[in-house]
């Protein structure tokens, strides 16, 4: 609970609105569906049985931008099951302040720089070519 208060805390002061906060794979689920976010932060473990990866799938599937948050990189597959990126456990909350502005330059309508090293893109998020990054 005192984490997703400081990650509340840090997304509002970064001027982003959050919809929700909850642990559990369902409740995840149905909040995206009501609210129908741009983004949604998830560990890997909630608390329902319904994992992080499962979640992401289904999340990705419908459209909206899954990151992670975990420690657990090496438990993920190779394609992040859909999500955009990772940020790893234990972050700084200047790392995440600079994740979060450069995932919404990356979502909105700016260019955004390199990523900063405290965020892992998903590979088929890399850029390519031209040098922009792919979050269509």
């Given at each position: 609970?005192?984490?997703a208060f400081e990650l509340e805390d840090t997304l509002t002061g970064e001027g982003h609105?959050?919809?929700?906060?909850?642990?559990?794979?369902?409740?995840?689920?149905?909040?995206?569906?009501?609210?129908?976010?741009?983004?949604?932060?998830?560990?890997?473990?909630?608390?329902?049985?319904?994992?992080?990866?499962?979640?992401?799938?289904?999340?990705?599937?419908?459209?909206?931008?899954?990151?992670?948050?975990?420690?657990?990189?090496?438990?993920?597959?190779?394609?992040?099951?859909?999500?955009?990126?990772?940020?790893?456990?234990?972050?700084?909350?200047?790392?995440?302040?600079?994740?979060?502005?450069?995932?919404?330059?990356?979502?909105?309508?700016?260019?955004?720089?390199?990523?900063?090293?405290?965020?892992?893109?998903?590979?088929?998020?890399?850029?390519?070519?031209?040098?922009?990054?792919?979050?269509?």
């Open positions: 609970p005192m984490l609105q959050v919809v929700g906060s909850t642990g559990s794979g369902a409740e995840v689920l149905a909040l995206a569906a009501e609210a129908r976010p741009m983004l949604v932060l998830m560990d890997v473990d909630l608390a329902d049985g319904v994992t992080g990866v499962a979640a992401a799938k289904n999340l990705s599937a419908c459209g909206t931008h899954v990151v992670f948050l975990t420690g657990r990189l090496r438990d993920l597959p190779y394609d992040l099951a859909g999500a955009i990126a990772v940020i790893e456990k234990p972050y700084s909350s200047i790392g995440l302040r600079a994740a979060i502005r450069f995932l919404a330059r990356a979502l909105g309508s700016g260019v955004p720089p390199p990523p900063p090293v405290s965020l892992t893109l998903a590979p088929n998020r890399l850029p390519g070519g031209n040098g922009l990054y792919s979050f269509a």
